[in-house]
């Protein structure tokens, strides 16, 4: 008997656990903050504003697609406000084309930088008595800083690969380029990175929907976009063009991302 009895109460000790679990569980987003993860992948296009051709003439732009893969992490207030943190891995560029002295010419840069953006996320809706099977929108915006790993500058004539300084002196440029003379004193490059700055600021923004698959677990889909506001050509490679004028070149991006996030 008193066996039993023990049995008994253990049983309902067990269930009751399990009851306590899993209201918990059930209840785990009404808390007034919670810690998210969110991998996630985009893609879309990539375009360099001001184009920085030593020189040479200017030339179309042209479609160069953009990726991006990283994880997102951030803290949410009843899911309604968000600070947003993340490490990117993202490879931008552009690419330029045109017919110049009767002759095709093309030029392609392909950038690779680690990103760290920090935005801040606003979710519409109610979301203190949040209802799983509801679609939210929401918008966010911020700053990012990436830091370039990798640069790739392909110049083309014709249709054949050919060097950077082939490539800025060819024909009358070769007497008409006012540039030649400080870019042959900078010397010869060591890698295309040279050409550009290592550090490169950007304005972040967009806005997306969300839905829950799980009580820890939601998808998300979002347009996101970002412009840079730093100069990223070195500071020693910058010269004026054709029309002795300036400009910074800038980073652009926007894309669409996939994502999932986990609240541990």
Do not use: C
């Not at 008409?176 to 040279?194: A, F, H, Q, T, V």
């Amino acid at each position: 008997m008193f066996k039993m009895l023990i049995m008994k109460s253990k049983i309902f000790i067990s269930f009751l656990l399990l009851f306590l679990y899993f209201n918990s569980f059930a209840q785990l987003q009404y808390k007034t903050g919670k810690l998210y993860l969110s991998p996630y992948a985009s893609i879309g296009a990539s375009a360099i504003l001001n184009q920085n051709n030593f020189g040479f003439g200017e030339m179309a732009y042209r479609f160069k697609p953009g990726k991006e893969v990283g994880i997102l992490f951030g803290y949410d207030n009843y899911l309604k406000t968000s600070f947003r943190f993340g490490v990117i891995y993202a490879e931008i560029g552009q690419k330029y084309g045109d017919i110049l002295l009767e002759i095709p010419h093309e030029k392609e840069i392909t950038l690779t930088y680690i990103q760290l953006p920090a935005v801040y996320k606003y979710v519409f809706g109610e979301t203190k008595n949040y209802d799983y099977n509801e679609l939210f929108k929401y918008i966010f915006g911020g700053i990012q800083i990436g830091y370039l790993i990798n640069a790739d500058v392909v110049w083309k004539r014709d249709g054949k690969e050919v060097e950077f300084y082939n490539f800025i002196s060819y024909g009358p440029y070769e007497h008409d380029n006012k540039n030649l003379e400080e870019i042959r004193e900078n010397g010869p490059i060591s890698s295309d990175l040279d050409f550009f700055s290592k550090i490169d600021f950007s304005l972040v923004g967009g806005g997306g929907i969300q839905f829950f698959i799980a009580r820890r677990m939601m998808i998300f889909t979002e347009l996101t976009g970002n412009i840079g506001i730093r100069d990223i050509n070195a500071p020693k490679w910058r010269f004026r063009n054709n029309k002795k004028a300036y400009n910074s070149s800038l980073n652009l991006f926007a894309g669409l991302r996939l994502g999932i996030s986990y609240y541990p």
